[in-house]
């Protein structure tokens, strides 16, 4: 099997430049490097010479292979330096014409293959010092400096490659944050528009039957139309701006409160938290459905995400109470219990019928909490009706 195969290059989002230009160039440096030491033997004479200038531009070409087979690159380097010094060439070290080899072999994920190859490099230049034999060639870089280079060639590489996968998985978390955002909002959007739809539909069937009986009656039912369509819209431009904005600004920071009076230069904006339940009340009070709040957690208790998603839970609730329930009373209520935020949503309907059950919002309520650390539950109540249930963290950890 090709050994390309068997070592696939770490992809970097933030590589511009073209490898194999790295490539060449890091060969035409190994190649002057050695050549350098070469000529600078001061008993150059019958030591150097065409073929040991050419030994110097063979180890510089073998860095071409490194991102291919880097395990053979360092086999041939190896095997290149030992049959250099069988020539009787002037010295250069038995670890220096490996530098970029072992280098390479640790960048490329075979750092095993890198620890071998200067293992025997410097085993060999040890033994050659020890016994004396070919003292002459040898002995002008001893045990630490050929000790020092390949530690240095193999740490580099492998540091280079830590930097560049700390590089990717840094890309691939931006990725899934990002993608977690685009969740919050588009369960953010069939929250409110959901619920605000819900309240149009009833009114506009009010304002139909009231027309020339009750004008007045019909009015009111239009006004809260219009203050529901208004409101609809203010969401929905708020979730535009957030999706031009750029990438680092919006996308990737974490989930706020929402849209403030300050974000909209409107009074009217309602908060997205606990704050905010009071007017989702109101709004399904309005309908002639009867909504009791019960609210006891001290300002500031909450993180805004938690207090962000209470909010959507009880607003999600609500909606289902309003398209299936067919209830008379709801109730609300969350508190602080054991450092823990619980709410619950309750009410007198007829249960868990088959479009609250087969609907996307009790998931998307499920899988808010989750994300936050935090567990939901649904089902009947035991005096009849439908109750929802959030047991939620105070704050987000970390």
């Known amino acids: 099997m090709p050994e390309q195969s068997e070592v696939p290059p770490t992809a970097d989002p933030r590589v511009t430049v073209d490898p194999r230009v790295t490539d060449v160039a890091l060969a035409i440096a190994m190649a002057l490097v050695v050549a350098v030491v070469i000529a600078a033997d001061p008993d150059a004479a019958g030591r150097t010479g065409p073929g040991a200038y050419l030994f110097a531009v063979g180890f510089g070409a073998l860095v071409l292979l490194r991102r291919r087979m880097p395990r053979t690159m360092v086999v041939l380097t190896v095997l290149g330096v030992f049959a250099y010094y069988t020539f009787k060439f002037a010295p250069i070290g038995m670890a220096l014409p490996a530098v970029a080899a072992l280098y390479s072999a640790a960048e490329m994920r075979r750092t095993g293959w890198a ?27 001893d045990l630490v400096t050929n000790l020092a280079l390949v530690a240095a060639a193999i740490a580099l590489g492998v540091a280079v490659r830590l930097s560049r996968e700390a590089r990717v998985h840094e890309a691939h978390e931006a990725e899934q ?5 685009r969740l919050r909002i588009a369960r953010d959007l069939h929250d409110v528009v959901g619920h605000n739809l ?9 304002a139909a039957e ?5 004008d ?3 009015r009111g039912a239009l006004h809260h139309v219009r203050e529901a369509t208004s409101g609809t819209l203010r969401e929905l431009r708020s979730t535009v701006r957030v999706l031009r904005a750029p990438v680092g600004a919006a ?20 908060p997205t938290g606990l704050g905010g339940v009071d007017a989702l009340a109101a709004s399904a009070r309005a309908t002639g459905l009867s909504v009791e709040v019960t609210l006891d957690v001290p300002p500031g208790t909450l993180d805004g995400a938690i207090d962000a998603a209470a909010y959507r839970i009880v607003q999600e609730s609500l909606t289902n109470v309003l398209r299936h329930a067919a209830a008379e009373r709801v109730t609300v209520s969350a508190r602080v219990d054991g450092g823990r935020l619980a709410l619950r949503v ?37 005096g009849g009706g439908f109750v929802v249930a959030a047991d939620l963290p105070l704050r987000l950890e970390g």
């Open 346 to 382: 309750s009410d007198d309907g007829r249960g868990a019928g088959p479009g609250l059950v087969a609907g996307s919002g009790i998931s998307g309520m499920r899988e808010r909490v989750a994300l936050l650390g935090g567990t939901l539950t649904t089902g009947e109540a035991p």
């Open 216 to 218: 007045d009656a019909a």
């Open 251 to 270: 996308s990737l920071g974490p989930p706020d409160r929402g849209p403030t009076a300050a974000d909209t230069g409107s009074p009217e904006v309602t």
């Open 115 to 141: 620890v071998g190859g200067g293992a025997v490099l410097v085993a060999v230049a040890t033994y050659y010092r020890v016994t004396g034999t070919e003292e002459e060639y040898l002995t002008p870089y």
């Open 177 to 181: 944050r990002l993608q977690a955002e």
């Open 198 to 206: 819900s309240v149009i539909a009833l009114h506009s069937g009010v």
């Open 210 to 214: 009231a027309v020339g009986r009750d």
